[in-house]
């Protein structure tokens, strides 16, 4: 069993940048690939980002392509999300899951996290 909890959301102004955090429980983080969902009102959730058990393969939606960094730190059990030049689009509730294949399809993540709320406004 994995726990994931995500830290970092809030309130930003359009162009601000927010980095999102999540904490993995267990000894067993650096065996799982790790992604980033967001699922904004009304709105079906959708892929972020994603990234390799060791770090060394991401991908990105093209929304958030040059914009959004993912990162994990495998010795904190962390993985990370630095957010730059946001958009009032970029609005949603921003959740972290683990997996043991590399997916873009939330259908393939096993663990999943509550959720942080990110609000850019205009």
């Known amino acids: 069993q994995v726990q994931l909890v995500e830290s970092g959301g809030g309130l930003v102004q359009a162009g601000g940048s927010l980095r999102l955090s999540c904490a993995a429980s267990g000894r067993t983080f650096s065996t799982y690939a790790m992604g980033w969902f967001r699922q904004a009102p009304g709105k079906e959730r959708e892929f972020v980002t994603a990234i390799s058990r060791s770090g060394i393969s991401t991908y990105y939606a093209d929304s958030v392509k040059g914009r959004f960094t993912v990162s994990r730190d495998n010795a904190k059990n962390t993985v990370y999300l630095q957010m730059n030049s946001l958009k009032p689009e970029d609005t949603a509730v921003y959740y972290c899951?683990?997996?043991?294949?590399?997916?873009?399809?939330?259908?393939?993540?096993?663990?999943w996290g509550q959720g942080t709320q990110v609000t850019v406004s205009s």
């Open positions: 899951a683990g997996s043991r294949g590399l997916y873009m399809d939330y259908a393939g993540y096993v663990y």
